[in-house]
């Protein structure tokens, strides 16, 4: 009976542990859906994770990645393109602040108040959260 019990209390600490990471990781992969238009995430063998469109880069291993480095994509503003040379790396702190104002962030970035990126769109809420989600899909 008591080794039973011990079970039903492991399983339900269990379960209570689970709950939480799935709820993120449900809450990140719904807001792909503000990205989506633009953006896909597509591995690269070829596997598509997310689908989206080809308007911006591949999110694909953006956890780490230095800002403007999707190969495939050749139409980075001179400002995401000065950021990367400069040493920007996506982090889930930088990602947050990007997506918060991005014209704002790569101001700050490079010091030049009319510094404008190519990416007209924002999240305010939950953007950890994404990122979370997006690092998950390229391990
Ligand atoms: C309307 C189209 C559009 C939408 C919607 C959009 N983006 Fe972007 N995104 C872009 C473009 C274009 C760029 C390239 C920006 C530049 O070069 O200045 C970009 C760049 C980025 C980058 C930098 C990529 C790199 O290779 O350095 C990240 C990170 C990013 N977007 C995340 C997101 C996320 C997350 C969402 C959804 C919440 C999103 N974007 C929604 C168009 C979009």
């Known amino acids: 009976m008591r080794q039973m019990a011990r079970i039903v209390v492991t399983a339900v600490l ?3 542990l ?17 990205c989506r238009v633009c953006h896909m995430v597509t591995a690269p063998d070829g596997t598509v994770l997310e689908r989206g469109g080809r308007s911006a880069p591949n999110l694909y291993g953006i956890a780490g990645r230095p800002a403007g480095a999707d190969p495939g994509f050749r139409r980075y503003s001179e400002a995401m393109q000065a950021a990367g040379r400069d040493g920007l790396v996506w982090t889930r702190e930088n990602f947050v602040d990007y997506l918060r104002n991005t014209d704002a962030f790569l101001s700050r970035f490079s010091g030049d108040p009319d510094t404008r990126g190519h990416m007209n769109a924002s999240l305010g809420e939950g953007a950890g959260a994404l990122f979370d989600y997006l690092e998950s899909l390229s391990r």
């Open 18 to 34: 689970l709950v939480p990471a799935q709820g993120a990781q449900a809450a990140g992969q719904e807001l792909w859906r503000e």
């Open 14 to 16: 269990g379960l209570l």
